[in-house]
């Protein structure tokens, strides 16, 4: 059992190499197999086609990047440096593995329900945590929140509307420029900035305004 | 001449009955004319072809929603009420003409040249309106804003960012539900108001912070 879940990792590293450098259409299942060289017998033993693969990658690297996220968050001070870590850990996420996404970052593309399932499950994680970096600000009597849960949606749907604004080419054909990636973390980290003043208590006796 | 600006008032004003209510696609020339009961020739003599009429539409309508706007402006008291007022606008003039707008809404498809500087003029208009709304907010003293032409686009980017995220299908085949539309204003409205708050001026002696 243990080296079932050694294989099926080495599977996960190797095709999460060959997706983030390749992309889905350009990736076979050979070539992960050579990769590794494993039977491609084996290979479909632990994931019957390429798109199950590719969710598993995809769950994979999100998870990761999450992980990572939720380990550094205590180590802050406030709401603010808070939040620009996130956005700075986001962005470069998206940087790195904008091939692995581009499936799900398209807003053309049909995405397959498996993709579909994982990136729903990122989009409840990624509201947890903007929802527990903003409650940590409410119980320390720095913002007032009246909806948590609202409030942190309309925080994340208002950072993606700087990536949707920026990126010109929403059909994934071309690689977002590193100008293009700069622009949207720079508008990201004032628009969340004048947000979190929006949220802030501004005296004791009224909260809310 | 004065006959000549009727006629093409006329031919705009039924082709944006035809554009708006079946869309770029189903429209045609032959049947813009038959409305008016004009020859075809009579209509292709002011607009070249459908394109460079569909773009013609787009404009009217626009600059239409602008001037009304414009219009209403120094009617309202405070940037609050003054922004709610034109999100309203802004929503329910997209809901009316969406079929005139989904070329250009849409990520997908391609956009025709002639249309594309129609909507960037008209990113242009919305951005100084903003702009505006935000700079009178200053005048009073209400708000402090640093730099006036980033913050109304990331206040317009911010905004946008509620309809990419809630509409599920930007592929523009489904033409989105009232409910889409009504929860996209509701959150626009709360972002709106956090945002503004956010810019507000806390005390005369710390205008930023």
């Given amino acids: 059992m ?5 294989k099926r990792t080495q599977i996960l590293e190797a095709a999460t190499r060959r997706f983030a450098h390749f992309g889905l259409a350009k990736t076979t299942m050979s070539e992960i197999a ?18 199950t693969l590719y969710a598993a990658v995809l769950e994979h690297v999100i998870n990761q990047s999450f992980e990572e996220i939720e ?6 001070n406030g709401c603010h440096e808070t939040i620009m870590f996130v956005l700075d850990r ?21 995405t397959p329900n498996e993709m579909a399932s994982v990136m729903a499950d990122s989009k409840v994680k990624e509201k947890a945590i903007i929802s527990k970096i903003l409650q940590r ?12 849960e609202e409030t942190a949606e ?9 990536r949707f604004s920026i990126l010109k080419d929403l059909n994934g054909v071309l690689f977002p420029t590193k100008e293009e990636f700069d622009r949207i973390l720079s508008l990201q980290k004032k628009m969340a900035t004048i947000f979190l003043r929006g949220l802030e208590v501004r005296s004791a006796s009224d909260p809310q305004r």
């Fill in 154 to 162: 309309i925080m994340l749907f208002a950072l993606a509307g700087m």
């Fill in 137 to 148: 600000g409410v119980d320390t009597g720095e913002l007032y929140v009246e909806h948590m």
């Fill in 34 to 51: 050579q990769d590794l060289s494993f039977s491609k017998a084996l290979l479909y033993y632990y994931f019957p086609d390429k798109n």
């Fill in 2 to 6: 243990i080296n079932a879940d050694k």
């Fill in 71 to 76: 380990e550094a968050l205590p180590s802050f």
């Fill in 90 to 110: 986001r962005i470069a996420f998206i940087t790195k593995y904008y091939n692995l996404l581009e499936h799900s970052i398209s807003a053309v593309q049909q």
